[in-house]
Each structure stands twice: as structure tokens, then as C-alpha cells.
């Protein structure tokens, strides 16, 4: 699915490929020759280690990965998922082409910060954070001994950074001097595409990481997979070979992956080309290597290599990346169906950090947030001088107030929750229905007073540069995401939202075959309301009463019943409330298939990029499928195995589903009371908005259910599809791929969370930008707390101190870290000008 965006130019297969590509083999072999008789002799030797000692640490990650006992020895570090198995091992290879910018000095550094290490935790966490954090891990160690673990750990990563180093220098090298090495960069980028979609290939990598010895390279016969690496370098040293040759190769490389064969004589042309590129592998080995050895004779380490830029663009400290892609907003076709506020990602996720608004102050805490915000942390006066006749928004002094909540609520949003459920008691706020779709929200008061009700509301608007509706939600602490509907399926699941509620909204429902209100349909619960009070159901203008004749027609072709129509005598509006069906019955006996029914192929819950269709899809009837009964009351729903996961399953940790279900929840239950609530250093009482950015299960944020914060739980394209389950146990969340931004306002998150997923994203962009991603969501003061493999905290420590966070705890056992930093209001100085931004 995520694919699609990093398709690259391919497909120009040409017959005589196989003598171009032995004549490219030739020359670089032959350069390759005069490079080795060159360079010097240190080179094989660091060549031999490195590969080597990942190829070792690779194959213990995996089997531990595939004992599915990681989940119960849990000493406080959730194991990663064992999806991860092949794939991600052989990844952590691509990985440091990916980002390697970013890897740049962690070698170097990562020795010294285990020192470090221990002294910051001394420092800047108190004593008990570190006993807390060892007993969460059940350690008894001392922690004399811990601190040698943790040297020990620095070794390790030590090594393993060289390698990513080696190939750091190189890309830095393409992204900085222009002069030279810039096609490198560029190809770079293209090539990195690739891998993402040849995944599979991975498995091979753990072998070919141990002989990138340059001996071996004629006869190296697993290395084809190291070539995805080196095509970036291979199209500096080897110049000659062309564009087409490179997508022949590219495509061979296809072929082989999904054929998920080892490379056999027919490819062997292929692999010598790959390991052509070895010397240039070792040629970074060797620079990166002079570069450690200058750096630690130096001990400057205050620079990290990473050099942040500030972001210029029009949208200032609003940027949102795939929202404000003006340059491709300028270049679409029609803007009828709102294509201009869908998503529109910029060719490569930017690295910069987004400025701070002038005078923006820590923003005020839960609950006085719901009624006041600082004004300049928002400042957008548009909304209040639009909406305050409205009493949505008003300017008093230094804040903005929400005295209301909207036309809708004269009488205040609770009055008019209380109304919707006196109106139809089956509702049962936060007991039958406790996760809502609340489609153009305003500045969603209705998601705010819900919490009182114990009602989840995931509302959504479309970005509007001079509104932000979004931004005033979130910063009033109320979940909310910038999305239209347009053309696109919304990202969620299917028939996850017991309600969906739309007031005022000014959707079209009624148009174009009810294609908007299809999507609603397919995201709601059989047996699921939808809440609808808008001037048509209470109002007798013309206009209205139009669109409530084409409203009738197309609830009843849909089969969604009018429960109840209902005036609010104190407000004057009215709500209708419609159910859909639990059963296929009233499909089958509609005289036409109109709206049709959708093909059996189609997958109600395909929804990252993936066009509307005016279609329904059949209430699933089979008693263990999702969505064929009513999910438990709230809040036994948190905690309670959903009926449809069955034990002939595996989880996403191997177990079978319903125990994996279970020791993922008791897990995160011991960690976030043992470590992240009491042992972190965290006030919690000044976080609301927290992210869980690889959320599985949802049992994070179910661990989290009994405090005053609300968890977006990002389920990630490329990770096993768990977000029905999060929806049936009472939570919320979404799809995202983190390569791209998310859809929200900069500043608006006050922690996010991140298990076991940057080291595997690292195999598909770059850590750089998701980094900058992280920076631009988290405001100022915000956390973020890692739990991965030590090379990946290293590496994220590093970027975290190269962005002046402060860093707040590392700990790391064996192979396993977990890392808390906490932004700083530090911005870079120096500014970079995005022009896909530039209006
Ligand atoms: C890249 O080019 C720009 C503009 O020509 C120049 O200012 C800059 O110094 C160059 N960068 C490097 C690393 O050579
Ligand atoms: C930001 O970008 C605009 C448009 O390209 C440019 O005119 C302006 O000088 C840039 N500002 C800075 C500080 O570089
Ligand atoms: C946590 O924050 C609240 C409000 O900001 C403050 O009143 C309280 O003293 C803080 N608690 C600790 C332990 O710092």
C-alpha cells in the first residue's frame, strides 16, 4: 500500500541487459582492483569485523525472536514483535543505507556516551528512576555492574556503528558537497525506494553481511542483497553504468525477491555487479574510520554531525508536510472534491525543525485547557472573528476562550450530549458506545465534554490555513486529526465507530450516489448510530427541505433505519438518528443494488490511500468474525479478549492471538506502573496528548486508561493490521505510514511513545526525517520515550543531544534500550528553504 508513492521509474527491462550489465561488472571490477591496490591495509580488516559481528548479533536477535517466550521473561522490555524475524534482521543492513546520515559518529560516540550514560542518569534522573527502571527490568544487578553492562553495550554498538558510519559518511557527503557527489544523493533516494519494496530480500542479507569482505566479492554469492546499499555508492564509482541499466538491475533484484530464492548461477552477473560496489563500501569503512580516530583524538564530540535546519515555508510554525505541499496542491486537476486539503507528501519527508510561534508559552493544562489557550500558541484570529457570533471562539486578553462550543450548543455541549441520549437511550454513553467519528468538528467542544461521558471522539476537519480548527482542539486537549473527505477512504478501519456524529457538518452526504456517506458506512459498527443534526433535519427552507427528500431516499437505499427524529425545545436543533443494519436481510430485498453491494474481494478495512467507493460492504454473520456482535460495555471492553480472536490465530508476537492479546496488556500494564508512570520522572499531570506511534495491541494506551490523557494509537502500514482490536477493546487510533508526516499540527502532542519502531522504519527512510517528524508533533517540553535495540537508542540519544533535548534516561540490558528525552524550546539557526512549501 505504501508503495505506490515510491514506485520508481522501472519496468524498461531490455532484452541485452545481461551484456551491459557484464560490462559494468568488468569496469567496476577493474576499478575496484586499482581502488584495493591503493588503498591501505586496515581497510579488510574493519571490513571483516563489522559484517560480521551484525551477521552475529543479527542471528540471536532472530532466535530470540522466534522463542515466544520473550514475551513473558519480560524484564520490563517488550520484545519485539516477531514479525520482525527475517525481516527485520537481515534489515538492520538497509537500514544504514537508509539513514545514514544519521548514523554518522554514533560510532563514535556511543563509547563514551555509556560513560555518559551513567553519569546523566546520576545527573538529571534521580536516584530512584534508576532502581525503579532495574526493578522494572527485574534486575538485581548493582549498579556498578550495570554501568558495565552498559559499556558492554557500547562496545557492541561501537562496532556496529562503524558500519553505519561507513556508510553515513558517504551519503552526508552526497548531501552536502554539492559539487561532486551530488548525483550520488540523488540516486541515493531513488535507490532506497527500492528497498522498501523488496523487502523480502532482506533474509538474505544476514548472510551476505558477513563476507563483505573484498576477497570474497567475485565468488560472494549472497551479496547481492548488500547491492541495494551500494547501488547508491556503486553510481559514483562505476559513473558509466546508465539509468536503464540500473532498472534492470533493480528489477532483477525483483525477480529474485519474489521468487524468495537464494541467488543461484543465473543471477551470479548480478551479484558480481553488487559486490563491485564493495570497494566503495571500503572505501567508507576507512574514511569513516580516520574520521572516528580524528574525532576521538580531538574528544570533540559537541557536534553530532547532524545539522539541523529551521523550516522555511509559508505556513511557518503550522507546516504540515503532506498538508502543505503547495506545489503539488498547485498542480492538481480539480480541487472539486476537496483534493487540495487530502494528503500530498513532498517527494522526500523534510529534515527541518518547524519554528516556534512568537510568544508561544507552555500551553495550559487539562482541564482549564478545554475552556482557555494561550492565544499566541494559536494565533489565529480568523476563527474568533468568524465563529464568535457563533460562540465558538472568543479573544479575551491572552487567551482564547471557548465559552460554548458552537451554534450547536447554546446550552453547552453536555446539554446537548444529554439530549442525544434522551432521545435514544440505546446510545448509553460511555457503556454501549464509547468510540466516536465526530466528522467536521469545529473545535471539537462535542469530543471535549464526551471525556466527561467517558466517550472516546475522534473528530476530524479539514486543514484550513486560516482557520485550524484541528490546532485548537489539540491544544485544548481534544483529540483531533486534519482530514477531508474527499476522495480518499478515511484512514481507519472498518465498522470500528459505534457512532459517528456529524453537526452542521457541511458534508454533501446526499451527492453523487452518497459516496461520503458510504465511507461512514463502511467505518460503522453494525448496529451503529449515526447522528445527524444539521438545518435539514429541523428546518423548512427550501434548500432543506430538499436535501432531506434526497437524504430519505438514499438512508433508506442504504438500509440505515430513522430511529428517531427529535427537536431540542431549549437549543431549536434537531437530531436524526439512523442505525445501521446488523444483518444482510434489507440488502437482499432492495428491488435494485443501489447503492451496490461491494465485491466479496473488497477489504473493508484497505484504507491508507485507497480510493472511495460508492459500494456497502455485507455485515459480516459469521458469529467469530469482527463486527458481528456488539463489543462489551465500557469499560470491561479495555480489558476483555475481542470474541473474534481466536487461538487458531498467531499473534503479532507469536503467540496464539488471545494469550499474545493478554501478555501484551499484562506487560504494558507492568511497565508504564512501574516505570513510565512512577520511575520515569514524568509529571503526568501535565500530559494530555499522548501518541502511541507502534501500537499493537492498544496495550499501552490501555495501561494508561485510568489517567486524564487520551492515546492515538498509530498502527504503521507496514506492521500486522491490529487496529480492529484497539477499536473493539473502547480505544482509538489510525493507519500511518511514518515516512510521511502525520496529519496533525505541529506542537500538538505532549508524548509519544515509539516501541520496537524506528529500527525497523529505519529500513525505509530515513531516521533523520522521522526524527524531525517526532520534533515537529512533540511541543516544547513534550517526550518521547524509545524502547528498541541499543544501536537505534544510541543513535537516537545522539540526534536527541544534536537537537539540545535533554535527555532524561537511558537504560539498556543486553540487547534491548529504552531511552527518555525530552524536548527543549532550542530551534537551529540556520534556515532551510523548503520550496514545495513556498507558496
Ligand atoms: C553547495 O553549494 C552552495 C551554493 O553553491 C555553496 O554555498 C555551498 O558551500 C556548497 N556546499 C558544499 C558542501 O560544497
Ligand atoms: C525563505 O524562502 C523565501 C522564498 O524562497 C525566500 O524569499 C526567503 O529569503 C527565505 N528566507 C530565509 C530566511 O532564507
Ligand atoms: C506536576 O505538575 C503540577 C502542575 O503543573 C504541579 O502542581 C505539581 O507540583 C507537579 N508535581 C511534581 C511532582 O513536580
Not at 68 to 82: I, T, V, W
Not at 268 to 287: D, H, Y
Amino acid at each position: 500500500m505504501a508503495v505506490g508513492k515510491y514506485s520508481r521509474v522501472d519496468g524498461k527491462k531490455s532484452s541485452n541487459y545481461c551484456s551491459t550489465v557484464t560490462i559494468v561488472v568488468f569496469v567496476a571490477l577493474c576499478l575496484v582492483g586499482v581502488w584495493m591496490l591503493t588503498s591501505s591495509s586496515v581497510v579488510p580488516v574493519q571490513n571483516v569485523d563489522l559484517p560480521s559481528e551484525d551477521n552475529k548479533n543479527e542471528e540471536k536477535q532472530q532466535v530470540a525472536e522466534k522463542d515466544s517466550r520473550q514475551f513473558e521473561d519480560s524484564s520490563g522490555d517488550l520484545p519485539e514483535d516477531a514479525m520482525k524475524g527475517d525481516r527485520d534482521t537481515g534489515d538492520s543492513q538497509d537500514g544504514s543505507n537508509s539513514n545514514i546520515e544519521d548514523n554518522q559518529n554514533l560510532a563514535e560516540k556511543t563509547t563514551e556516551n555509556t560513560a555518559e550514560e551513567n553519569q546523566e542518569e546520576e545527573k538529571s534522573v534521580e536516584e530512584s528512576v534508576n532502581k525503579k527502571t532495574e526493578s522494572e527490568e527485574q534486575s538485581k544487578n548493582e549498579p556498578d555492574n550495570d554501568g558495565d553492562g552498559k559499556r558492554e553495550d557500547g562496545v557492541s554498538k561501537t562496532e556496529d556503528g562503524d558500519s553505519n558510519s561507513e556508510v553515513g559518511e558517504s551519503k552526508n557527503e552526497g548531501g552536502e558537497s554539492n559539487a561532486s557527489e551530488e548525483p550520488k544523493s540523488e540516486e541515493s533516494s531513488g535507490e532506497k525506494k527500492s528497498d522498501s519494496e523488496e523487502s523480502e530480500k532482506k533474509s538474505e542479507t544476514e548472510e551476505s553481511s558477513g563476507e563483505t569482505k573484498q576477497d570474497d566479492k567475485v565468488e560472494g554469492q549472497a551479496e547481492q542483497n548488500v547491492e541495494q546499499n551500494q547501488e547508491s555508492e556503486q553510481s559514483s564509482a562505476v559513473n558509466k553504468m546508465d539509468e536503464q541499466v540500473k532498472d534492470q538491475v533493480s528489477n532483477e533484484v525483483k525477480d529474485q525477491v519474489s521468487n524468495e530464492v537464494f541467488p543461484a548461477g543465473a543471477q551470479s552477473e548480478i551479484l558480481k555487479e553488487t559486490t563491485t560496489q564493495n570497494g566503495e563500501w571500503s572505501t567508507q569503512a576507512m574514511e569513516s574510520k580516520n574520521e572516528k580516530e580524528a574525532q576521538k583524538s580531538s574528544e570533540s564530540k559537541d557536534q553530532n554531525g547532524y545539522s539541523w535546519k529551521l523550516c522555511n515555508v509559508t505556513a511557518g510554525p503550522d507546516y504540515i508536510p503532506c498538508l502543505d505541499n503547495l506545489q503539488a496542491i498547485k498542480k492538481l486537476h480539480s480541487t472539486k472534491h476537496y483534493e487540495h486539503r487530502e494528503r500530498h507528501c513532498p517527494e522526500e519527508a523534510p529534515t527541518c525543525l518547524v519554528p516556534l510561534p512568537e510568544g508561544y508559552k507552555q500551553p495550559i493544562e487539562w482541564p482549564t485547557s478545554r475552556e482557555k489557550i494561550w492565544y499566541y500558541n494559536v494565533p489565529h484570529t480568523k476563527l474568533a472573528e468568524i465563529k464568535g457570533h457563533q460562540n465558538w471562539v472568543k479573544l479575551t486578553g491572552e487567551y482564547l476562550t471557548f465559552p460554548g462550543g458552537g451554534t450547536q450548543f447554546k446550552h453547552g455541549a453536555l446539554h446537548y450530549i444529554d439530549f442525544i441520549q434522551e432521545s435514544l437511550p440505546d446510545i448509553a454513553w460511555g457503556r454501549r458506545t464509547r468510540v466516536i467519528l465526530d466528522v467536521g468538528c469545529g473545535v471539537a467542544s462535542f469530543g471535549g465534554f464526551l471525556f466527561e461521558r467517558d466517550v472516546l471522539a475522534m473528530s476530524l476537519a479539514p486543514k484550513d490555513e486560516h482557520e485550524a480548527q484541528v490546532q485548537f482542539a489539540l491544544e485544548r486537549g481534544i483529540p483531533a486529526i486534519s482530514a477531508v473527505m474527499g476522495t480518499k477512504r478515511l484512514p481507519f478501519p472498518g465498522r470500528v465507530f459505534d457512532v459517528v456524529h456529524c453537526a452542521r457538518c457541511r458534508v454533501p452526504w446526499h451527492i453523487e450516489g452518497g459516496k461520503l456517506l458510504l465511507e461512514l458506512n463502511r467505518m460503522l459498527r453494525p448496529g451503529g448510530y449515526f447522528v445527524w443534526s444539521a438545518t435539514p433535519v429541523y428546518q423548512k427552507l427550501p434548500e432543506d427541505v430538499e436535501i432531506w427528500k434526497a437524504m430519505t431516499e438514499l438512508m433508506k437505499s442504504m438500509c440505515w433505519e430513522l430511529v428517531v427524529i427529535k427537536k431540542d425545545p431549549v437549543n431549536g436543533v434537531g437530531a436524526a438518528i439512523y442505525r445501521k443494519p446488523i444483518s444482510n436481510e434489507c440488502y437482499e430485498k432492495r428491488p435494485q443494488n443501489e447503492p451496490p453491494l461491494c465485491q466479496e474481494s473488497d477489504d473493508p478495512n484497505a484504507a491508507w490511500n485507497v480510493p472511495l467507493q460508492a459500494c456497502m460492504h455485507k455485515v459480516p454473520v459469521d458469529a467469530l468474525e469482527c463486527g458481528s456482535q456488539w463489543p462489551e460495555q465500557w469499560p470491561v471492553r479495555a480489558e476483555k479478549t475481542p470474541y473474534w480472536l481466536q487461538s487458531s490465530q498467531v499473534g503479532v508476537y507469536g503467540k496464539a492471538a488471545p494469550e499474545d492479546f493478554t501478555a501484551d496488556y499484562e506487560h504494558w500494564k507492568h511497565v508504564v506502573t512501574k516505570s513510565y508512570v512512577n520511575g520515569m520522572g514524568i509529571n503526568w499531570s501535565s500530559v494530555r496528548n499522548v501518541m502511541d506511534m507502534n501500537s499493537v495491541y492498544g496495550g499501552f494506551a490501555a495501561a494508561l486508561k485510568d489517567l486524564k490523557v487520551w492515546v492515538m494509537n498509530v498502527v504503521p502500514i507496514d506492521s500486522p493490521d491490529t487496529l480492529p482490536i484497539i477499536y473493539e477493546r473502547g480505544l482509538f487510533g489510525i493507519y500511518h505510514d511514518w515516512c510521511e508526516s502525520f496529519s496533525t499540527y505541529p506542537r500538538s502532542y505532549d508524548l509519544l511513545h515509539a516501541d520496537h519502531l524506528l529500527s525497523k522504519l529505519k529500513n525505509r527512510c530515513k531516521l533523520t526525517a522521522v526524527m524531525a517528524e517526532v520534533d515537529r508533533i512533540l511541543r516544547p517540553d513534550g517526550k518521547l520515550i524509545v524502547r528498541d535495540n541499543v544501536e537505534t537508542i544510541g543513535e537516537l540519544e545522539n540526534m536527541a543531544r544534536s537537537m539540545q533535548w535533554e535527555v532524561r534516561l537511558t537504560y539498556s540490558k543486553e540487547k534491548e534500550g529504552l531511552l527518555c528525552v525530552q524536548k527543549t524550546i532550542w530551534r537551529p539557526k540556520e534556515v532551510e528553504t523548503i520550496m514545495s512549501a513556498i507558496a
